[in-house]
């Protein structure tokens, strides 16, 4: 797949049918995460890997909006690194980054991978911190659920024209 169609037709996917993630895709996942751009290129994240069934199933008891881990037989955790960078709104971004790139990898690998918010909702930080382990100079940033897709999702044009500005602010509608 090329990268403009991967991009445009990614979606999240929220159902997972029972099938394992290849180790090899895994190791994919990881390698495009962390080749994404990153102020300094301090490249600040971390990744924990889960596949345990019991560690899936109870992060939908504090994140509201977490269901589908019930079903996706595998989740990626983006940790930013606060001992390689200070800022924590650049490890925001490097981690987003990170994860914007896994979620394409994972579309173009033909699996489904939807983001879930962590940071900075500080009961999921704390409860993710809790059940994995994370020491306090680690941030939890995102978790991105992922497996291979039991549902379809159409494509949706998102252009918005007048969100276009040139040269500077304004235009026709400003
Ligand atoms: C910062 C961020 C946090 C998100 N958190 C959640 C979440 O907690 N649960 C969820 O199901 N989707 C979450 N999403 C996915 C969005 O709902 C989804 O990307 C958006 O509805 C657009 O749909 P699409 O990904 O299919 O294009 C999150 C996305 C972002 C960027």
């Known amino acids: 797949m090329n990268t403009i169609k991967?991009?445009?037709t990614r979606r999240s996917i929220r159902h997972f049918k029972d099938r394992t993630v290849e180790e090899e895709k895994i190791e994919t996942l990881l390698r495009t995460a962390m080749q994404?751009?990153?102020?300094?290129?301090?490249?600040?994240?971390?990744?924990?890997?889960?596949t345990e069934r019991q560690i899936l199933s109870t992060i939908p008891e504090f994140h509201p909006h977490a269901k589908m881990l019930h079903e996706a037989?595998?989740?990626?955790?983006?940790?930013?690194?606060?001992?390689?960078?200070?800022?924590?709104?650049y490890i925001n971004t490097?981690?987003?980054?990170?994860?914007?790139?896994?979620?394409?990898?994972?579309?173009?690998?033909?699996?489904?991978?939807?983001?879930?918010?962590?940071?900075p909702r500080e009961r999921r930080v704390q409860e993710i911190?809790?059940?994995?382990?994370?020491?306090?100079?680690?941030?939890?940033?995102?978790?991105?659920?992922?497996?291979?897709a039991a549902e379809e999702k159409d494509v949706e044009d998102r252009f918005q024209p007048e969100r276009v500005h040139r040269n500077r602010w304004g235009g026709v509608e400003s």
Do not use: K
Not at 36 to 50: E, L, M, R, T
Not at 95 to 119: F, K, P, S, T
């Open 6 to 8: 991967a991009i445009m």
């Open 36 to 50: 994404a751009p990153s102020a300094h290129n301090y490249q600040p994240w971390h990744f924990i890997v889960i």
């Open 73 to 89: 037989p595998a989740a990626i955790m983006i940790c930013g690194d606060t001992r390689l960078e200070q800022s924590v709104e």
């Open 94 to 119: 490097d981690c987003a980054a990170a994860a914007e790139n896994l979620l394409l990898a994972a579309h173009d690998l033909g699996m489904g991978a939807v983001w879930l918010g962590i940071y």
């Open 129 to 148: 911190r809790r059940l994995l382990g994370i020491p306090r100079q680690i941030i939890p940033i995102t978790l991105i659920a992922l497996g291979y």
